[in-house]
């Protein structure tokens, strides 16, 4: 019991969070200006010049895959750190428990590099569809010239 009384200041604050956000949400809805939407508004804009090809072309995932590999090693190196400090007495069973866990995320890792197709990790599909949809819009700029 005593466990929990503790606990209240921690669940007033993550309630007063929640209330927050719903709050803050919710005025954010009601402040904004409700304008119709039409062609010109949802249109590609860059920087005032006609759009080359379509906004939503595909991006080279290798960056992301990269960042959450990151972060998953910096998560790891963490939790390495915060057990390499800390005062309570290291067993032997707590060091393999370490060494299982580092094993794990070291199969994650190799997994996940692994598991990326190639055209990913270089970058040369991104180009491609840029580089038609540029040819595209030449073609159909010189057509109306013509």
């Known amino acids: 019991m005593r466990l929990f009384i503790d606990f209240i200041p921690v669940l007033v604050w993550g309630l007063l969070a929640a209330v927050l956000?719903?709050?803050m949400l919710?005025?954010?809805w009601?402040?904004?200006?409700?304008?119709?939407?039409?062609?010109?508004?949802?249109?590609t804009y860059e920087c005032g010049e006609e759009p080359?090809?379509?906004?939503?072309?595909?991006f080279?995932?290798?960056y992301l895959?990269?960042?959450?590999?990151?972060?998953?090693?910096d998560v790891l190196g963490a939790f390495l750190w915060l057990l390499s400090s800390s005062s309570l007495r290291l067993t032997e069973f707590a060091v393999w428990q370490s060494i299982i866990f580092i094993a794990i995320f070291m199969f994650g890792i190799?997994?996940?590099i692994r598991r990326l197709p190639e055209t990913f990790l270089s970058g040369k599909e991104t180009v491609e569809l840029y580089r038609k949809a540029?040819?595209?819009?030449?073609a159909s700029m010189q057509r109306e010239v013509d």
């Not at 540029?134 to 030449?138: P, R, T």
């Open 60 to 62: 080279p995932y290798n």
């Open 65 to 73: 895959t990269y960042t959450i590999l990151f972060l998953v090693v």
């Open 134 to 138: 540029k040819a595209e819009s030449e």
């Open 30 to 43: 009601v402040l904004r200006p409700h304008v119709l939407q039409n062609s010109e508004k949802t249109s």
């Open 26 to 28: 919710f005025a954010s």
């Open 21 to 23: 956000v719903i709050v």
């Open 110 to 112: 190799w997994y996940a």
């Open 52 to 58: 080359i090809g379509p906004a939503r072309i595909s």
